[in-house]
DNA sequence: CCCATGTTTATAAACACGACA
DNA sequence: ACTGTCGTGTTTATAAACATG
């Protein structure tokens, strides 16, 4: 098989005007261990890790190593090194490691490229395995610590737009809000290249989109003397870095179909080494919410066969037509190691995924089948559904649209203790009683009939839908709450007598949105515990993973791969996980030991 | 009296991206007739206007030229010629004569600027009257006129945002919906700068604006075919180019306060002719909504006297902080008269003013005064309201609200015909049945109680207030609805349980918009009657100025001047009108006869 | 492949406002 | 008291990437 037909793609990677198509690929992404000669400074550590076994690191996860540990190696003593050293790691946050081993039998890089390029070979060609992750949570926030064995994150633009951080930072708080001042710092930790390389206009990016965006909210204490940066909670994915790295990092994300875990994993190392374009963040692409082509739907036939092949190089050729290329940030690609102050400890976890078994895609039941968003076409982000009406094709479709409930509460309650920045300061959690008046208010209307609208209301101009069934893990744009009534009427615009009755009884928006905003009480993540621990000692609050919700759950998910001169156009992923049987994604913890019989 | 204590100022100048600070003041606003050099062709007119007569234009008026006419020239000639040429005047949508007679007694430059810069002096020192206003409009769309007696229109960036333009341009349609390029062509008619001048960005940034702001939706024909763009009705202040004229050029628009019409007349001349940066529009600088300062409420004790020196020039120094200016767009202050082809027969009509006569401040009933917004202060527009709590000084503030939905409505009845473009193509002005979903929904809250909450809910965080109470005619920013309720609840919000219960009971937002929104049949607007006549002849529907509504309103206006290196820092205007005695205001057809006793 | 239209993000900048030196 | 600077927040402009038809 070359590539699946069914392609529920939902994210792919995107220039931005601040990137720049002419820049070489930058060789800064891998880093071996002993076996290099630029090898980490592995001396001022107390012991050290075996031969062969290689780090990489990648700039959308800057605080996140990967380790291959060959299959001769020791895996008890390499974990023993990484906890051991994890304390010294010279990080703000949480740090990660994924183990992974490599089998040294098939590991050329030409067979590698093959597979990848032509789609996934024989299971058997596998040589690489995920083998778990551990992640090193800090203790003491403020004691100041040696640097480790590990290089210092990788201070390369991350693939993430300022909206996307600012989600991250403040989401990593238990309350969720944050000052301007901790947003800075937070993402200066997480992604040091905002703290070495970027311009100074960064910090006014970053005011601008809080500004900007409805999403994120501001609130003033009492005294006016505070204000806080909160995400409106309608329309919080609680999305925290962490979350990315494990859909990201996770095996489990492409356990549903095409490519398996192996593949996966096998391709992103292969795209770490080869310093291509990467499917998994990259310095120079970016990670951006769908907008994906339409005809792709996801069961469509394979008429199109040649719409993702190598060839499909969209339009970046209309660029000389007269308009001179600017650019517009200096794209800065070497990084020096900065000699910054490391001043946290350590805590260390061990989280163990279990290795995928392929699932058929769970087809839920398609709760708001009967009426379909039709989609305009041109507009907004794309829904991923059939160009043509039959309702049967559109199962993944719902799948799909369940998937964003279903990622946004199991991201909720996956989340892990090791996300939330335990050195808040005392900020308040609760009574916020006011909140900043967003710009505009209820006009969401309709999530629009099928596209050409088959008759029904002849005569009847139709606002393009919104679409953006996007509510995947990776979907960093807010969440477009249909709550507010107020459908603009269908009487003469030019009247004034609109009046806000609320439509309350028009069916608007069966996007399973409405789970969560018709059903609040059902979805309670861990926030809903009592919050009065945050002053003092910080009580880590651990969510159990399994959910109090009991929802079927199914995510499609995808990752395009930007093309551009050569042949890995497109690679897509899904992730598909349905019901309570998956609490295993949430990475709660599980003994290493469980899978790995090396730990036995 | 040097300046007065209450400074209702809504509007001031504000530099923005595209303007450099550091480009000479230009000298093409002033065009003289036959007294100058660079006259008009007129011989190319049948007859000729008198000796004397000058006509003046500006760039935020492109198709208005003021005609200043001396005491001794007989009026009824110059109307004559005006009229007669009006047909053959070479631009696209309606053009405007404002007629100012000018006693030649004390026209002296110096004691103009005394009087401009120290304030209002002795009526009798005038020597500026307002006449009346000939607005042409076009009968003939197609048919294309040699140039006739005016010079083109002012090819200088007008100073609206794009997204003041694009409600411009999709106003001037009764059926209030545009296509995108319907949108361009508008602009280009108006504002030649964009047709003749403007780089080739000028389009990718009416779709950018189109897009970013929620307030502009787009619609879909049916078969999916054509796209329409409209305003969002309950954020539609139903600002046309014409509205903003009359409040730039009606001398009623500061009948009611310090300065009364006289001297704002006065003073808009002098600005044109001294090519200062004038009180009304400017090419460089910009009509901004308020943003004005807190402390200036209307009624606040002139304790903060200091305020409005003219040495309040903002940092501006800061610039050369580091950040190298950069140039964004080449600013062309000279522009070549263009010469476009010419294609529209006109038909005249004559409007008349009544001479303003001085009234009170009407003190509205304060509907909704108990609850009042608090601002946090460095948030969002500001409402002009006191930093204390004395609810007796917040008289003005709820004239000011009143105001707007006054203004709102009042533009709505003022709806000169003339202001709806004619020459729409057949689009469809209803049966709109579904609107674009705009981003977010209701999520506006409450209109936050005053600055320090006064110990009312202590220990209450409170989300800083849109405030925005800038609902005069000349604010361009789309309406805040408080329609969606969705109040965030103000429990804690790491909480899932958010529930979209509209908070009805809780008065959010007493602004008057209320009297829209929550009785929405009471004001009907011309658009109201049958719109069958939009295909064939157009029928001109003329809106009797007398609304249905006996609304009282009083609006309270202000445009503020920047300051640079003078001392003309401030000056406030204001606009006050109340009750049904005013339709006058409206503009509907006065003859000139009963206010001119020239014309007797 | 080009073009018109539409969506989204980045970046620069003007300017307001409060705190503070 | 005045003045300037700085951090924070809001808004607009402009360029650009990319999608769709
Ligand atoms: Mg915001
Ligand atoms: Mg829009």
Redesign the interface.
Known sequence: MRRSPRRPLILKRRKLPFQQNDQPPTDSHSQSGPSTSKDPPKSAANQCLPDGVRFMGHPSMPATQVVVIPKTVDLQSVIGVLTAKGKERGAHGPNTFILLSESSSCSSGSSLKKEVAEGPLDDSLSNIQWLGKITTSPLEPDLPTPMGVLKQPISERPPYSYMAMIQFAINSR????MTLKEIYTWIEDHFPYFRDVAK?GWKNSIRHNLSLH??F????????KV??W??????NRFLTLDQVYKVLSSSRYSSSIKLEALKVQHFFLFLLERRMKPLLPRTDSYLVPIQLPVASSVLMPPSSSSQFTPSCSQQKRNIPR??KRVRIAPKVTQVDAPSAVIKQHKEIKIEVKEEPIPAPIKCETPKALSKRA?S??R?KQHLVHSVHEEPLLLCPNNTFFDSGVASD?SA?HDMHDSELDRHEQPS?????????????????????PS???SNI??????????GKGSQSVLDFS?I?????????????????????T?FKDLPL?NSPREL???A??T??????AP?ECLHGGCSIHLPHAGGSTPMNRSLTEGLVLDTMNDSLSKIFLDISFSGLDDEDFGMANISWSEFIPQLK
Not at 457 to 466: D, I, M, R, Y
Not at 490 to 498: A, G, I, M
């Open positions: 238990r309350n969720r809000r100074k409805d999403m909210i501001r609130e003033t204490s009492p005294d006016g204000s806080f909160t995400i409106r909670p309608e329309a007269g308009t039709a305009s076409s507009r509460a909720f308040p959690d609760r009574e916020f009683s006011f909140k900043t008046p967003i710009k505009s208010s209820s006009h969401l209307t309709s999530s629009t596209k050409p609208p209301l002849p005569e009847l101009w139709k606002v393009t839908p919104v807010p477009r709450t249909p709550s507010g009534p107020t459908v603009t009427p269908r009487r003469d615009y030019t009247t004034l007598s609109f009046s806000s609320p928006f969560l905003t018709s609040p009480s979805v309670a993540g861990p926030a809903h919050m």
